[in-house]
């Protein structure tokens, strides 16, 4: 290897203050640079590999979870029968109060191709991109709960900014009681969910569900987040702090849907 | 050709394994700083130079794949991949107890860094403790275990003995 590298033991010292003004002038002015292109190249790099990496990863949870899925698939029928005939009386009773009929929203399956953060993942490169249909600010969820956006979109994959990145915030409302709050990540003392927003006087229970409350243009209502895992109070003494569980498995990603969330009249050129 | 052809295959196998498997296991509380593990390797068998430098491209791409703090790794793998070359000259290298230390303060020094930037603030020092701790517990171990089967299955050291001439690169 020696008759290949430069003579740079005698260099060393220059070539690393070279590189940590590098370094420093990135932390200073890295948030500025456009790097999107470059970790669309990077990610198109790795999918191969990545695929590769999670095969064998794949077919051993595909083998535990198969018994597990057929017995939720013939609980699910039973609930479909019941929700089918729910969804005709409601349809029957928004029609009589003249409420605009509800729409589902396709899902697009994606596979997760590699996760990006620290402690907990922050990002996750997903296996379809603007030729599949995704967009940038596409919703991302699993059969469990919301996940997060598409940050990034490529020809065929995409990236998907979780709801532990640091400038997530979803408008949130916990469910059957109306109580609104902003879900935002916090690393204080220790990398959480909070809903942020709280009043004192709103009364919650540890256990409460928490949805999307629409409030945002970003995240349609009604999609399952996370449940309430501990009630405190701020230091200020004005609001709650609800740290929340997320529904989603952050530790288990494997596959998400991602799907298109209406389009606001106000949104439309 | 053949150095660069190995350099960019080590630093892509680390990267794979960090976004796949091991940000998996870090979810679930295994923290095992693969960065710092081949930034003490690479710097133990190539000397300072290219430790800074393999340390500083690891790292700024570890850096892309986050979407923060551009330079925040590559400043920090840099300065150790630079630290542990010059030391890897007056050290015996192959030792299983010199492997374990070197793996470990790069370990701590990195953790501590990185995550000292998430945390942002004083008050989140337990987290912080806790963090490095489960890395420094994890890391060395494993990065040793792992050098040890890979001289085993080579039938050589790794890294050479040491040299020689111990003076200091001028």
Known sequence: MGGVLPPAERHSSALMGLYATLSLLLLIMGDHIPVGALRGIGAWMFSPFDRVVLTADRIAAAWRENSLLHLQITRLELENERLHVAGLENESLRHMLQLPPWRGMPLKPAEVLALGGESLPSSATLSAGTRQGVKEGDVVVTESGLLGRVGEVWPTLSRAVLLTDANSAVACEVESTSVLGVLRFMTLPHPHLELTGVPLSDTLRVGQRVITSGMSRHYPRGIMVGSIHRIGRDSGGLTQTIEVAPAAMLSRLRHVFVMTPPTLPEDKP | ?170
């Open chain 2, 1 to 170: 050709m053949r150095a660069w052809i190995v350099l960019l295959s080590f630093a892509g196998v680390v990267l794979l394994l960090r976004s796949t498997a091991l940000t998996s296991l870090a979810a679930r509380g295994v923290v095992v700083d693969v960065l710092a593990f081949a930034t003490v390797v690479w710097a133990l068998r190539h000397g300072a130079s290219w430790g800074a430098s393999f340390g500083f491209a690891l790292g700024l791409a570890a850096d892309l794949d986050a979407a923060h703090w551009l330079g925040r790794h590559a400043l920090a793998l840099a300065l150790i991949g630079y630290a542990i070359g010059r030391l890897s000259r007056t050290l015996v290298r192959d030792s299983v107890r010199t492997q374990f230390v070197l793996v470990l303060i790069a370990t701590v020094l990195h953790q501590t860094w990185s995550v000292a930037f998430e945390i942002g603030a004083v008050e989140g020092w337990s987290y912080l403790a806790q963090r490095v701790l489960l890395a420094a517990l994890v890391t060395p171990p494993l990065g040793v275990l792992l050098l040890v089967i890979l001289r085993h299955g080579t039938g050589q050291p790794l890294f050479g003995h040491v040299a020689v001439d111990a003076r200091p690169a001028p």
